[in-house]
């Protein structure tokens, strides 16, 4: 039974990378682009929290790698990133 649960991680560790795979790199989404100024809310929190930081890529899929101003907290980190990357839905320009 435990080696079955571990295929199926596996497995889906593998599917989420190679979605990450077949998104490549923009110029733009949704207006939002390469060094704009961003603020992203972990809505998981609560309350809620706010994160300012900076794009450093964008990727079709509408998720990008931030440079965040400050660290996140390790419960941030888990909620808001997606192998590494964030989702713009939760992101407004600043």
Known sequence: MNQAIAISHS???????????????????????????IAV???????????CGELAEVFSDGL?????????????DHNMKTNGRVNLHWAVRV
């Open 11 to 37: 497995a889906a560790q593998t599917a989420a990378i190679l979605a990450s795979q077949t998104a490549h790199m923009v110029e733009e989404l949704h207006g939002f682009k390469k060094g704009d100024r």
């Open 41 to 51: 809310t972990d809505v998981f929190a609560s309350p809620p929290q706010v994160y």
């Open 64 to 76: 990008a790698y931030v440079i965040f101003d400050h660290a996140l907290t390790p419960a941030a």
